[in-house]
C-alpha cells in the first residue's frame, strides 16, 4: 500500500463543487461509518488516527496550535497551560459533537488524538489527551485534559 503525503492529498480539483464538504457527510462517516466497523476499537484507532494527522500537520507554536485547529475547522480551540506538563484544551464548535445530543458518552476521539499530536511537535515531548467534556455529555463545548511527558 502507497503511503501519501499531505501534498498529495492537498492537490484538489473540483471547479464547480470546491474544497468543502456538508459537516453532516462528515459525521454520517466518522460518527456512523467508522464506529459501526470497528465497534468498540473505534475510540482508540481514531485517537491513533488523529495523532499522526497532528503530526503530520504540525505546529511550532500554541499559536500556531490554535490557528491550525481553526484553519482545519476541528473547531475553536482555546488553551490553558496549567504547568510544565499540563493542558487543556477547551473546543469550541467541535467538528464531531457541537450540537449533539445528550447520550452519555463522548467519543470526539480523533480531535483528541488530532490535539495531542499537535501539542506533540509544539513541545517535542510525548503528550497523551483525554476528552473531559462534550455536548453529548451536556456540555456546549468539548475538552481536553493534555499530559505531556
Ligand atoms: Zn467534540
Known amino acids: ?14 471547479p464547480s463543487l470546491g474544497d468543502e464538504v456538508p459537516l453532516v457527510l462528515f459525521r454520517v462517516l466518522r460518527i456512523i461509518g467508522i464506529r ?12 491513533m488516527m488523529g495523532k499522526e494527522v497532528g503530526g503530520m500537520v504540525k505546529a511550532k507554536s500554541i499559536e500556531e496550535f490554535k490557528e491550525k485547529i481553526k484553519e ?4 475553536i480551540p482555546e488553551v490553558e497551560k496549567i504547568d510544565e506538563d499540563r493542558i487543556i484544551v477547551k473546543l469550541y ?3 464531531t459533537c457541537a450540537g ?12 483528541s488524538g488530532i490535539i495531542a499530536g499537535l501539542l506533540e511537535t509544539v513541545y517535542g515531548k510525548k503528550a497523551k489527551s483525554t476528552q473531559t467534556k ?14 505531556l511527558y
Open 93 to 95: 464548535e467541535c467538528i
Open 36 to 47: 459501526n466497523l470497528l465497534g468498540e476499537t473505534s475510540g482508540p484507532t481514531l485517537y
Open 1 to 14: 500500500m502507497k503511503e501519501y503525503s499531505m501534498e498529495d492529498i492537498r492537490h484538489i480539483v473540483r
Open 134 to 147: 462534550s455536548w453529548s455529555v451536556g456540555y456546549n463545548y468539548c475538552e481536553f485534559d493534555v499530559l
Open 100 to 111: 449533539f445530543t445528550y447520550t452519555g458518552e463522548m467519543f470526539c476521539d480523533m480531535e
Open 72 to 75: 482545519l475547522k476541528i473547531g
